[in-house]
C-alpha cells in the first residue's frame, strides 16, 4: 500500500533486517535465519513497490493492528492458511487469560470504600484499561483508560499501561507526576498512532479526592444529592512525550460515589443507528445516584443492554463505581 512506505513498519524491518545478519555473522549455517532474512527483505521489497499490507489471497488491506504486532503477515485474518489459524486462536486465548489475570477483584469492600466494575470486551480481548490499588493500606488509587485501536495489539498496550501506573504508584509520587511519567513511558515505546485516554484517581483516609483526567469521558462525582463531571485536564497519554497534566481536587462526603465508564457505553447505538450519548447516560446517573456500587454498575449495563435491544456490541465497555463508605 502506497501509504505505508514512509510508515514505521520500515524502520521495523529494517531493524530486523541488521540483528538477522549480525546473527548471521555467528550462525553463517543456521538455515533459520537465513530463511527469515528472505523473509524480511521480501517485505522490504513490497513496501517498495506499494503492495506492503495487502493480502496476498483477496487484495485487500491486512488489518493494521495485526501488522504492528508481526509486520511480515501477507494474509489478512479471512484467508490465514491453517497453522497460522490455529497459532492466531492459540495465541488469542494466551492475551485473554493474561488480561483477565491483570484485572482487579470485580467487588471489593475495603476499610472506608467499595468499588465494583464490569468489564467486557467487544471480542477476544479488550483495550480498556481498568484496575484500582490500595498500596499503602490508606490511599486508594483508581484507574479507567481506553487504548486507540482493537485487538491483541491493543491489549499489549493495556497491559502496558497496568504495569506502569502499578509500578508508579509504588513509588507514591503526586497524582500529576504519575500521569506524567506513564505518558512518557507510553510515549517513548509505542508508535506515534497509538495514545491512551484516562482518568487516575486517588482518595485518602480523609475523603479528599485527586483526580486527574487525560482525554477521556468526564467520570460523574455524586454526593449529597448533586452531579458534578469531572472534565478532561490534559491530552490523551502518548500523544507527547512531555506533556503535563492538572489535577481536580475536591472532598468525597460519605455515602458518595464515583462512577467511571469509557465510550463504549455512551457512544453505545441500538438498532435504528441511534447513540446511548451523555444526555442519557446523565439522566440514568441522576435516577439511580443512591444506588451502591455493585448495583448502580449492574444497573448501568442492563440499561445499556435493553437500549442496544440484542444488537452486538462493536466497542469494548467498561464501567467503575467507588463508593465513600457512610459513617
Given at each position: 500500500?502506497?501509504?505505508?512506505?514512509?510508515?514505521?513498519?520500515?524502520?521495523?524491518?529494517?531493524?530486523?533486517?541488521?540483528k538477522?545478519?549480525?546473527?548471521?555473522?555467528?550462525?553463517?549455517?543456521?538455515?533459520?535465519?537465513?530463511?527469515?532474512?528472505?523473509?524480511?527483505?521480501?517485505?522490504?521489497?513490497r513496501?517498495?513497490?506499494?503492495?506492503?499490507?495487502?493480502?496476498?489471497?483477496?487484495?485487500?488491506?491486512?488489518?493494521?493492528?495485526?501488522?504492528?504486532?508481526d509486520?511480515?503477515?501477507?494474509?489478512?485474518?479471512?484467508?490465514?492458511?491453517?497453522?497460522?489459524?490455529?497459532?492466531?486462536?492459540?495465541?488469542?486465548?494466551?492475551?485473554?487469560?493474561?488480561?483477565?489475570?491483570?484485572?482487579?477483584?470485580?467487588?471489593t469492600?475495603?476499610?472506608?470504600?467499595?468499588?465494583?466494575?464490569?468489564?467486557?470486551?467487544?471480542?477476544?480481548?479488550?483495550?480498556?484499561?481498568?484496575?484500582?490499588?490500595?498500596?499503602?493500606?490508606?490511599?486508594?488509587y483508581?484507574?479507567?483508560?481506553?487504548?486507540?485501536?482493537?485487538?491483541?495489539?491493543?491489549?499489549?498496550?493495556?497491559?502496558?499501561?497496568?504495569?506502569?501506573?502499578?509500578?508508579?504508584?509504588?513509588?507514591?509520587?503526586?497524582?500529576?507526576?504519575?500521569?506524567?511519567?506513564?505518558?512518557?513511558?507510553?510515549?517513548?515505546?509505542?508508535?506515534?498512532?497509538?495514545?491512551?485516554?484516562?482518568?487516575?484517581?486517588?482518595?485518602?483516609?480523609?475523603?479528599e479526592?485527586?483526580?486527574?483526567?487525560?482525554?477521556?469521558?468526564?467520570?460523574?462525582?455524586?454526593?449529597?444529592?448533586?452531579?458534578?463531571?469531572?472534565?478532561?485536564?490534559?491530552?490523551?497519554?502518548?500523544?507527547f512525550?512531555?506533556?503535563?497534566?492538572?489535577?481536580?481536587?475536591?472532598?468525597?462526603?460519605?455515602?458518595?460515589?464515583?462512577?467511571?465508564y469509557?465510550?463504549?457505553?455512551?457512544?453505545?447505538?441500538?438498532?435504528?443507528g441511534?447513540?446511548?450519548?451523555?444526555e442519557?447516560?446523565?439522566?440514568?446517573?441522576?435516577?439511580?445516584?443512591?444506588?451502591?456500587?455493585?448495583?448502580?454498575?449492574?444497573?448501568?449495563?442492563?440499561?445499556?443492554?435493553?437500549f442496544?435491544?440484542g444488537?452486538?456490541?462493536?466497542?469494548?465497555?467498561?464501567?467503575?463505581?467507588?463508593?465513600?463508605?457512610?459513617?
Amino acid at each position: 500500500m502506497e501509504r505505508l512506505r514512509g510508515s514505521p513498519f520500515r524502520k521495523k524491518l529494517n531493524d530486523r533486517h541488521k540483528k538477522l545478519k549480525d546473527a548471521l555473522t555467528v550462525a553463517p549455517e543456521s538455515q533459520q535465519l537465513r530463511q527469515l532474512l528472505a523473509e524480511v527483505d521480501a517485505a522490504l521489497e513490497r513496501l517498495d513497490t506499494g503492495t506492503y499490507g495487502v493480502c496476498l489471497e483477496c487484495q485487500d488491506p491486512i488489518e493494521p493492528e495485526r501488522l504492528l504486532a508481526d509486520p511480515l503477515l501477507q494474509f489478512c485474518l479471512d484467508h490465514l492458511p491453517p497453522p497460522q489459524q490455529r497459532a492466531l486462536e492459540e495465541d488469542l486465548e494466551l492475551a485473554y487469560q493474561i488480561q483477565k489475570a491483570l484485572l482487579p477483584p470485580q467487588f471489593t469492600r475495603t476499610d472506608g470504600f467499595e468499588v465494583a466494575y464490569h468489564y467486557q470486551s467487544s471480542g477476544p480481548v479488550s483495550g480498556d484499561y481498568c484496575d484500582h490499588l490500595r498500596p499503602d493500606g490508606h490511599d486508594f488509587y483508581f484507574m479507567i483508560g481506553d487504548v486507540s485501536g482493537k485487538g491483541i495489539a491493543a491489549s499489549m498496550l493495556m497491559a502496558h499501561l497496568h504495569a506502569s501506573f502499578r509500578t508508579l504508584v509504588s513509588l507514591g509520587l503526586p497524582l500529576a507526576q504519575i500521569v506524567e511519567r506513564a505518558s512518557r513511558m507510553f510515549c517513548e515505546s509505542t508508535l506515534t498512532s497509538h495514545f491512551a485516554t484516562l482518568v487516575c484517581g486517588k482518595v485518602d483516609a480523609v475523603g479528599e479526592v485527586e483526580i486527574c483526567n487525560a482525554g477521556h469521558l468526564p467520570p460523574f462525582v455524586i454526593q449529597r444529592g448533586a452531579i458534578e463531571k469531572i472534565d478532561s485536564t490534559g491530552l490523551p497519554l502518548g500523544m507527547f512525550c512531555d506533556t503535563s497534566y492538572e489535577v481536580r481536587k475536591l472532598q468525597f462526603s460519605p455515602g458518595g460515589t464515583i462512577l467511571l465508564y469509557t465510550d463504549g457505553v455512551s457512544e453505545a447505538r441500538d438498532r435504528s443507528g441511534v447513540e446511548y450519548g451523555a444526555e442519557r447516560l446523565h439522566d440514568f446517573v441522576k435516577e439511580n445516584r443512591s444506588l451502591p456500587p455493585k448495583e448502580l454498575v449492574s444497573a448501568l449495563t442492563e440499561d445499556l443492554r435493553g437500549f442496544r435491544s440484542g444488537k452486538s456490541f462493536f466497542d469494548d465497555v467498561t464501567v467503575m463505581a467507588i463508593r465513600r463508605m457512610p459513617e
